[in-house]
């Protein structure tokens, strides 16, 4: 995949493929240059949104100017640690090596927030160490206090609800028969956007062929098409080819099926009595 990723970024090397495009633009370009040279070019690693590199995330999505940016920055911090007290620099050096290197081999800022607390802690400690500071009086102290509060109020309940989000769709996925009060109760769909949606509308489709309701089926297949335009997954298509052979257009469902081949080499398409796939990977 970072082979992939930086193949992306040399065809686009200025402008890049979009901020938050990533998956889409992946999926669809390493499946052209696939399907024109299968030897020299493999398929692209289904449901990926991230190439496990940091530096060629950010170039393959905004191409070089992002990545000079990234590299400037380690630069000014490298050029901060050189102004340490002797003695100092290289262990802190390699208090930042084994985030950095983790960075260039998964995606640890975008999985775990303790990574980024202490990333930060890092930097204002060698700022800390090496910065000049001046004093001087604000003539904003009202606003900074209550900014000193109510944004730590704001971003706690925001986590809170997240954290009570994510555990209401894990209950709904997985208590059994489904429960539809677990989804309805969810008050932070915003945090859990793309797994909320996939619940919402998978459970639309389910209960649209399971009552032959064929409102339901069609308001499916209107979301499942735009939604692949910018998240498209395996079981999304899947799905999609089933809706269609239950609203019996065929033609569409062959159409659909040929582009996920493309797309998904391999892939296991559904028949017209296959049932809806549950999960998004």
């Known amino acids: 995949m970072m082979p992939q990723a930086y193949e992306m970024f040399t065809s686009k ?30 398929a692209g690693v289904a449901s ?11 170039a393959a999505e905004g191409g070089i100017i992002p990545l000079l940016g990234l590299i400037l920055a380690a630069l000014a911090v490298l050029v901060s640690i050189k102004k340490a007290p002797n003695g100092t620099q290289l ?4 208090l930042f090596f084994p985030i950095v290197l983790h960075t260039q081999l998964e995606y640890p800022f975008y999985h775990s927030l303790a990574h980024w607390i202490v990333f930060i802690i890092l930097i204002f400690w060698v700022d800390n160490l090496t910065a000049k500071y001046h004093r001087y009086q604000t003539q904003y102290v009202l606003a900074l206090k209550v900014s000193a509060i109510a944004l730590p109020v704001m971003i706690t309940s925001f986590m809170i609800t997240t954290l009570y989000s994510g555990w209401l769709l894990t209950k709904f996925e997985t208590t059994r028969p489904v429960d539809i009060n677990y989804l309805v109760k969810v008050n932070n769909p915003w ?3 793309h797994r909320f949606e996939w619940d ?23 979301w499942a098409n735009q939604k692949a ?25 062959e159409q659909v099926a040929t582009e996920a081949q493309q797309l998904f080499p391999g892939i296991s398409l559904p028949s017209t ?4 796939t549950s999960s998004a990977k």
């Open 273 to 276: 009595t296959t049932a809806a």
């Open 200 to 222: 919402l509308h998978l459970t639309q489709l389910q209960l649209g062929i399971a009552t032959d309701k064929p409102q339901l089926v069609a308001d499916y297949v209107r």
């Open 91 to 94: 262990a802190l050096v390699g």
């Open 229 to 253: 335009q910018t998240w498209p997954r395996p079981a999304l298509y899947q799905n999609l080819v089933l809706a269609y052979y239950n609203q019996g257009k065929t033609a569409q469902a």
């Open 48 to 58: 990926l949104d991230h190439p496990h590199n940091e530096l060629l995330y950010w």
């Open 13 to 42: 090397p200025l402008t890049g493929y979009g901020y938050g495009k990533f998956e889409a633009a992946y999926i669809t370009q390493t499946a052209l240059w696939h399907h024109q040279d299968p030897q020299q070019y493999p």
């Open 191 to 193: 945090a859990w956007q």
